[in-house]
T-cell receptor, first 114, second 114 residues
Framework: GQQVMQIPQYQHVQEGEDFTTYCNSS?????IQWYKQRPGGHPVFLIQ?????EVKKQKRLTFQFGEAKKNSSLHITATQTTDVGTYFC??????????????FGKGTKLSVIP | DTEVTQTPKHLVMGMTNKKSLKCEQH?????MYWYKQKAKKPPELMFV???????INESVPSRFSPECPNSSLLNLHLHALQPEDSALYLC?????????????FGPGTRLTVL
C-alpha cells in the first residue's frame, strides 16, 4: 500500500530562521495537499500541488512538487511565532477501478523560539 | 460561510453505550468525510460520502456506522467501542469529493471510551 514519509518529525527553530519539511511517497501521487494544525486545533488546508515540478508560493511559504510526483517540500522563510503547529502533507494515489487512496504524512511539529 | 460544525465537542462513553457524532456544513458541498486522529498522529481517513452515497470505506470496524441523511449532515453512530477507539474524530467537507478538492475540517469531537 501507499506510504507517505515525512521528515523531520520535530523542528525547533529560532524566530527568524528558515524551516523546511519534506514529504516522500513510495508511489506516484495524483496530487499532494499541505495542511497546518495548530495545537488543540484542526487541520487547515494550505495548498495543493498537482503538476510535476510545480512550485507555489504563499507569502513566506514555498511549496514544491517533485518531477516524479513522489516528493514534496514546504519551506518557510523567516519563521514567526504564528507559524507554530504541525504541518502535514497528504497525498492521493490512484488505486485502480476508479478508486483513490488518501494518505497523510506523520507530520512535522514546528516550534519557534521567540 | 466556510464553517464545518461538529457536536458534541467532547464525549465520554462506556463500552456498552450507543452514541452518535454529528457534523454539519452549509457550504453546498456534496462530499463529506470522517477522520480519526490519535494524539500526535496524522488524521486517518475512515469514510467518504459523495452525493450522499458512501464512496470510500477504509476497512473500518462495524462498531462505527456512518450515515448521511442529506447533503448538509453527516453522522457517525458508535456502538460497543473499545478504549483504543478514544481519539479526536474529525469531519470534513469538500465541493464534490474529487481528489483535487480542498477539504474543510470541523473542530472535531474528542471521544474518550472508558
Amino acid at each position: 500500500g501507499q506510504q507517505v514519509m515525512q521528515i523531520p518529525q520535530y523542528q525547533h527553530v529560532q524566530e527568524g530562521e528558515d524551516f523546511t519539511t519534506y514529504c516522500n511517497s513510495s508511489t506516484t501521487l495524483s496530487n499532494i495537499q499541505w495542511y497546518k494544525q495548530r495545537p488543540g486545533g484542526h487541520p487547515v488546508f494550505l495548498i495543493q500541488l498537482v503538476k510535476s515540478g510545480e512550485v507555489k508560493k504563499q507569502k513566506r511559504l514555498t511549496f514544491q512538487f517533485g518531477e516524479a510526483k513522489k516528493n514534496s517540500s514546504l519551506h518557510i522563510t523567516a519563521t514567526q511565532t504564528t507559524d507554530v503547529g504541525t504541518y502535514f502533507c497528504a497525498g492521493w494515489e490512484y488505486s485502480g477501478a476508479g478508486s483513490y487512496q488518501l494518505t497523510f504524512g506523520k507530520g512535522t511539529k514546528l516550534s519557534v523560539i521567540p | 460561510d466556510t464553517e464545518v460544525t461538529q457536536t458534541p465537542k467532547h464525549l465520554v462513553m462506556g463500552m456498552t453505550n450507543k452514541k452518535s457524532l454529528k457534523c454539519e456544513q452549509h457550504m453546498g458541498h456534496r462530499a463529506m468525510y470522517w477522520y480519526k486522529q490519535k494524539a500526535k498522529k496524522p488524521p486517518e481517513l475512515m469514510f467518504v460520502y459523495s452525493y450522499e452515497k458512501l464512496s470510500i470505506n477504509e476497512s473500518v470496524p462495524s462498531r462505527f456506522s456512518p450515515e448521511c441523511p442529506n447533503s448538509s449532515l453527516l453522522n457517525l453512530h458508535l456502538h460497543a467501542l473499545q478504549p483504543e477507539d478514544s481519539a479526536l474524530y474529525l469531519c470534513a467537507s469538500s465541493h464534490e469529493g474529487h481528489t483535487t478538492d480542498t477539504q474543510y475540517f470541523g473542530p472535531g469531537t474528542r471521544l474518550t471510551v472508558l
